[in-house]
T-cell receptor, first 116, second 111 residues
């Protein structure tokens, strides 16, 4: 249980285009989802907290107009990287908190974004 | 600022040995503690959660929590090469507040 499905797993796009990443909680409702990015051999960096039905909360230094987050339902959150540039190339991962059993944070499988 | 400290490693242990991974945290009010394993190029997966002082065992894994010392550890018994990964310590203040991750300790189990 407590599965988060993330798509796509890998995407290559041209500079200037936008890319949408989806995260769905399959067997639980996620009122809050977290979006991270991770550079090679670095730790997770929280980008924003996505709240169902309200605006996302962005971490300091993260451009909200560039990384658009939508959390329209209790099971779906999306991250859109707008006008992507090569420096946006990274591993993006979503996560949600679940409270059944031992509880904890479950992660999506991640999206490897490469901007060329 | 809430911090979670881990030694980035790498920590090298021979196959069959006990691997000991350590983590300290700064927020004394933290209530929930997690250990995640992350293989290269993959997303983290939960190994253990611990909420109260003492030890918690699950198979070859034992999590230890000492809130007075603000210290949480993970022991891996009979280490296997497949255990080679980065282990992330995560600390949650409680309720629905966001979790803070450590930088992770890279573990290498040498056959």
């Amino acid at each position: 249980g407590a599965v988060v499905s993330q798509h796509p797993s890998r995407v290559i796009c041209k500079s200037g285009t936008s890319v949408k990443i989806e995260c769905r909680s399959l067997d639980f409702q996620a009122t809050t989802m977290f979006w991270y990015r991770q550079f090679p051999k670095k730790s997770l960096m929280l980008m924003a907290t996505s709240n169902e039905g309200s605006k996302a909360t962005y971490e300091q230094g993260v451009e909200k107009d560039k990384f658009l987050i939508n959390h329209a339902s209790l099971t779906l959150s999306t991250l859109t990287v707008t006008s992507a540039h090569p420096e946006d190339s990274s591993f993006y991962i979503c996560s949600a908190r679940y409270h059944r059993g031992e509880g904890g944070y479950t992660f999506g499988s991640g999206t490897r974004l490469t901007v060329v | 600022q809430k911090e979670v400290e881990q030694n980035s490693g790498p920590l090298s242990v021979p196959e069959g040995a006990i691997a000991s991974l350590n983590c300290t945290y700064s927020d004394r009010g933290s209530q929930s503690f997690f250990w995640y394993r992350q293989y290269s190029g993959k997303s983290p997966e939960l190994i253990m959660s611990i909420y109260s002082n003492g030890d918690k065992e699950d198979g070859r894994f034992t999590a230890q929590l000492n809130k007075a010392s603000q210290y949480v550890s993970l022991l891996i018994r009979d280490s296997q090469p497949s255990d080679s990964a980065t282990y992330l310590c995560a600390v949650e203040p409680g309720g629905y507040q966001k979790v803070t991750f450590g930088i992770g300790t890279k573990l290498q189990v040498i056959p």
